[in-house]
Structure formats: C-alpha cells, structure tokens
C-alpha cells in the first residue's frame, strides 16, 4: 500500500502544475462492480466500424466536464458537426468534478454562475448534455469539502452519488417539458487506484438506468480487449487509425500511444501547459473517446 500512495501523490503533484485532475491513492481492495443491465452502457466498437448515420433532425450538444473535457472539447465538437451536423457548445473546466456544476455552490465552485449546467441548459435548450469527468478524488476543488477518495472513501463515493443526483435533478428542472438526455462519460483506467473508476463508472450507470439517461463507455475505447480496468499506453491501431496515419504513432508495431510517457490521465499528446487549453496535436485517445460519444448520441437522436 505505502509504495503505489507514494507514486500517486508524486504523480499528482506533476499534474497539478499541469492543471489536471488526477486521482488518489488506493484505500480498498479491488471489487467487481458491474453497471447494472438497465442503462444503456455502450461497448467497444469494432475496429473500423463505419460512423453514425446523421439523424433526420440535427441535435443540439452542450459538452461539460474536467480537464479531459477541456482537452477532448474541439475533437468532441468536430466529430458531431461532421457526423451528426450537431449544433455544439463546450464548457469544461480543468479541475473540476460533477458538484462545481451544481448551481447553489456559491463561491466554493470552479465554475462561475454563467457556466453551471442547469443555466446552460436554461439558455441552449440542448438536446443531450454530456458530462465527462475523471472524479477528482483528491480534493483539489473547493466543493468537494475535503473530502478524498485516499483518506475517506465510503464517504468520497455516497458524495459523488449525491452530487450527481442533485445535477441531474437540477438539469431536469432546467430543461422543464423540453428536457435533454444526459450522457455520463464512463473513463477509462487509472493505473494508481483502478477501483475507483471502476465503482465511479457503476455509479454513472446506476444513475443513468435511473433517471433514463445514457452512458457513453469511451472508456473502453482506451482500453486492451477483455482488460477493461487495466492501464495501458498502447493499444493495437484500429482500421480507421491505419487508413489515417497520423494517429497510428508506431504504424511499424502496429500499436499506437493514448498517453504522453509521464501522464497516465489525459490523452492529449502535447505536453500540458499552466493555461488549459484543448489539445493542439492529433491525439488518438481523444479521437476514440470523441468518436464513442458521436456514436452514442446519434443512436440516441434517431
């Protein structure tokens, strides 16, 4: 136990001057929590599957999350303008986590009043709001009242459910008659506490299978077939990486990079910078996951 808390605090102080969102240490044993059967929790598409169809009526797509939003938000947007002709708005922001969405947070909140969620949706009017979030189990901000995944886990994850009820009440009441499908971004492993996103992905489906909602398992885009929650950097190219070579980085092992060789968390291939930003670099990791939530949202809108 002390070794991997001693590689994850390490590695969280790396991200942190990088504005990232990484996770905590491991404080239980590994369990096997499986999404329930209700939601709709998407699987790994087959390589080289052709994209989604544009539905008769294009939908209107507002995009929130943490940094990997922030990083994933101009590929997310390209990929459903081209594919589902979708009228996009992102408004991510690095650090954050599902409570400093919720309006009511005050000045305890990385998210000013005009960005929270239910007044997005009051004044898109979208027809899915996706949410993407690592979990911030360390407690960077400020919502999250201390509370960390390391120290005080039972209460870390009874929290987060909480809080994801709560947004998903509050975007109900937002949109009223007209109200927009959320989307829950499901992530993929985490090398320090792998646990962890493994109970945070079932509480994404739990609430989704309970509010009728959806989860897009893009997680399972950057993860090796049949090691859902086990951590890689590579992955074997898919048809569409090698019809498009620049995201097969090592076309000569026919494998290609998700993650930069010190950041186990985000996809972007670029290093981060004090100013987050979206990805400048064709990144595959941000390609698969972007393309996983097109898919999701075009099944969706049909």
């Given amino acids: 136990m002390r070794k991997p808390w001693i590689v994850g605090m390490l590695l969280a102080v790396v991200l942190l001057g990088?504005?990232?969102?990484?996770?905590?240490?491991?404080?239980?044993?590994?369990?096997?929590?499986?999404?329930?059967?209700?939601?709709?929790?998407?699987?790994?598409?087959?390589a080289g599957s052709p994209a989604p169809s544009a539905p008769a009526e294009p939908p209107t797509v507002l995009y929130l999350g943490d940094s990997l939003a922030m990083e994933a938000q101009n590929v997310v947007g390209q990929e459903l303008r081209r594919d589902l002709r979708a009228a996009y708005t992102s408004r991510p922001y690095s650090g954050t986590t599902v409570c400093d969405y919720l309006e009511g947070t005050g000045a305890k909140s990385l998210v000013p009043d005009r960005d929270k969620a239910a007044?997005?949706?009051?004044?898109?009017?979208?027809?899915f709001v996706v949410l993407q979030f690592w979990g911030n189990a360390w407690g960077y901000t400020w919502c999250m009242d201390g509370i960390t995944h390391a120290e005080r886990p039972t209460t870390y994850f009874k929290?987060?459910?909480?809080?994801?009820?709560?947004?998903t009440a509050q975007i109900t009441r937002a949109g009223g008659s007209e109200r927009p499908r959320i989307v829950w971004v499901a992530q993929g492993p985490d090398p320090i506490t792998p646990d962890r996103v493994r109970r945070v992905n079932a509480l994404y489906a739990e609430q989704a299978a309970a509010s009728?909602?959806?989860?897009?398992?893009?997680?399972?885009?950057?993860?090796?077939?049949?090691?859902?929650?086990?951590?890689?950097?590579?992955?074997?190219?898919?048809?569409?990486?090698?019809?498009?070579?620049?995201?097969?980085?090592?076309?000569g092992r026919d494998r290609t990079a998700l993650h930069r060789d010190k950041d186990y968390l985000h996809f972007c291939l670029a290093p981060t910078t004090a100013t987050p930003k979206p990805c400048p670099v064709r990144s595959p990791g941000i390609l698969r996951v972007a393309r996983e939530i097109t898919r999701v949202i075009g099944r969706a809108a049909d």
Avoid at 37 to 44: E, K
Avoid at 119 to 127: I, M, W
Avoid at 159 to 167: F, G, P, S, W
């Fill in 18 to 46: 990088a504005c990232t969102d990484p996770a905590s240490a491991p404080a239980e044993p590994p369990r096997s929590l499986t999404p329930p059967a209700s939601a709709d929790t998407t699987h790994q598409r087959a």
């Fill in 119 to 127: 007044a997005l949706v009051r004044s898109l009017r979208p027809d």
């Fill in 159 to 167: 929290r987060y459910q909480a809080d994801m009820a709560r947004l």
């Fill in 212 to 251: 009728g909602d959806l989860v897009a398992d893009a997680g399972a885009e950057v993860s090796a077939a049949g090691a859902r929650y086990s951590w890689v950097q590579y992955l074997p190219c898919t048809a569409y990486e090698r019809e498009h070579t620049a995201y097969c980085t090592q076309p």
